[in-house]
């Protein structure tokens, strides 16, 4: 959950946003602010600043940023959804968190969601 809200940029991870079912799932709920193209991340999942992404995660956004190029379905599919610029902006994303292997670090500004729970 805390590559993905990285990758779409989410401005409002909760801590109620992520659910755990009876089964052991997490589900992530409420994707409503995601894919700006300005740095507007903020969300509860910063206790993994500074740690290395697992690597079975770093090989899928590697695999994830193949499918960001014009020619793949997925750039099409994403083209419908979403302004040209926001999936420039995602590939770059993608490109950082494969480059640094590590949680990104908080920036200054804003970057716990408001409400708090």
Known sequence: VATYDILVNNADRKGGHVLLDRQGELWAI???LCFHTDPKLRTVIWDFAG???P???TEAVRRLRKELTPATEL???LG???APDEIAA???RADRLIAA???PQPGSGRNY???PL
Request: aromatic share 8%; proline share 17%.
């Open 55 to 57: 690597p079975e995660i």
């Open 90 to 92: 995602l590939r770059r």
């Open 30 to 32: 409420d994707h409503g």
């Open 80 to 82: 419908r959804l979403i």
């Open 75 to 77: 750039h099409s599919l």
């Open 51 to 53: 740690q290395p992404i």
């Open 101 to 103: 292997e590590c949680y």
């Open 113 to 115: 969601p408001w409400p």
